[in-house]
């Protein structure tokens, strides 16, 4: 066990101007910092799993995996490695921006596994994704047509949340149509398309992230599944699966494959 009064904590400039960082094949730049307790090859094998044709979208970032990185302010520092005192301060990722670039230090050691990490990893990646580039219509398609026939769940919270905002807008008007806040006459099934953009983005990037989780580890659907919300039925993510998978195919070395369990 290290002592925390002996473990000098450094500042998100200093990692990253003493990480080295490396390019991986598919474009993607990132550092390997401390006692983070996963292999090169492991980790190799993670970053790589973004297909390349996104990650020309994610010039100017860097992705720094690093025992913890903690939080206070707007200061960001490094924990070279874990302790117990310091694992309470640490946040999964922080977000630092040096210039033009962006630095993206995740704490590994928060990470129960290495499912957990490559999660953490690709959720970051699709957000950036869809910062940068957008949402496809043709995907934006498929999920509105999939919530308008009440498909049962969504992918995350915040796709949960901003799906539910949008088709289920109710407004409080008087007879002659203005906001009357005395004797409402709710109106049912108006679009808030403010809300409705914020489902397309959380739904797209869940689904990049799940479908680059997908080809990375083999890993059972259910293991995504948390209990503030339901979680989306299986052939309807299915669906998005193969849209992005049809948008970015993998890289050579990754295979994108659904399985369904037979009873027995």
């Given at each position: 066990?290290?002592?925390t009064?002996?473990?000098p904590?450094?500042?998100?400039?200093?990692?990253?101007q003493?990480?080295?960082v490396?390019?991986?094949?598919?474009?993607?730049?990132y550092?390997?910092?401390?006692?983070?307790?996963i292999?090169?090859?492991?980790?190799?094998?993670?970053?790589?799993?973004?297909?390349?044709?996104?990650?020309?979208?994610?010039?100017?970032?860097?992705?720094?995996?690093?025992?913890?990185?903690?939080?206070?302010?707007?200061?960001?520092?490094?924990?070279?490695?874990?302790?117990?005192d310091?694992g309470?301060?640490a946040?999964?990722?922080?977000?630092?921006?040096?210039?033009?670039?962006?630095?993206?230090?995740?704490?590994?050691?928060?990470?129960?596994?290495?499912?957990?990490?490559a999660f953490?990893y690709?959720?970051?990646?699709?957000?950036?994704?869809?910062?940068?580039?957008?949402?496809p219509?043709s995907?934006?398609?498929?999920?509105?047509?999939?919530?308008q026939?009440?498909?049962?769940?969504?992918?995350?919270?915040?796709?949960?949340?901003?799906?539910?905002?949008?088709?289920d807008?109710?407004?409080?008007?008087?007879?002659?149509?203005?906001?009357d806040?005395?004797?409402p006459?709710?109106?049912?099934?108006?679009?808030?398309?403010?809300?409705?953009?914020?489902?397309?983005?959380?739904?797209?990037?869940?689904?990049?992230?799940?479908?680059?989780l997908?080809?990375?580890?083999?890993?059972?659907?259910?293991?995504?599944?948390?209990?503030?919300?339901?979680?989306?039925?299986?052939?309807?993510?299915?669906?998005?699966?193969?849209?992005?998978?049809?948008?970015?195919?993998?890289?050579?070395?990754?295979?994108?494959e659904?399985r369904?369990?037979?009873r027995?």
């Amino acid at each position: 066990m290290v002592d925390t009064a002996q473990m000098p904590l450094l500042t998100a400039a200093q990692v990253a101007q003493e990480a080295h960082v490396q390019q991986a094949p598919n474009g993607i730049c990132y550092a390997s910092f401390g006692d983070t307790q996963i292999s090169p090859e492991d980790l190799e094998r993670i970053v790589q799993a973004v297909p390349a044709t996104m990650a020309n979208a994610l010039a100017h970032r860097a992705y720094y995996f690093v025992p913890l990185a903690i939080g206070e302010g707007d200061d960001t520092t490094v924990a070279p490695a874990y302790t117990v005192d310091l694992g309470d301060r640490a946040i999964c990722h922080r977000n630092v921006t040096f210039g033009s670039s962006e630095c993206i230090f995740i704490s590994t050691r928060l990470m129960q596994d290495r499912f957990a990490l490559a999660f953490e990893y690709f959720i970051n990646v699709g957000h950036h994704f869809v910062d940068a580039v957008g949402v496809p219509a043709s995907f934006s398609d498929l999920v509105w047509s999939q919530a308008q026939a009440d498909v049962r769940g969504e992918t995350s919270q915040d796709a949960w949340e901003s799906r539910r905002r949008a088709r289920d807008r109710n407004q409080s008007r008087s007879q002659d149509g203005n906001p009357d806040h005395g004797g409402p006459e709710l109106i049912h099934g108006q679009v808030d398309e403010k809300a409705k953009s914020g489902y397309f983005e959380a739904a797209f990037s869940d689904a990049i992230a799940i479908y680059m989780l997908a080809i990375t580890i083999d890993f059972d659907y259910t293991e995504l599944r948390e209990r503030e919300y339901p979680l989306l039925a299986a052939p309807a993510l299915a669906e998005r699966l193969r849209h992005v998978s049809g948008l970015f195919p993998a890289n050579p070395g990754y295979e994108f494959e659904i399985r369904y369990r037979r009873r027995g």
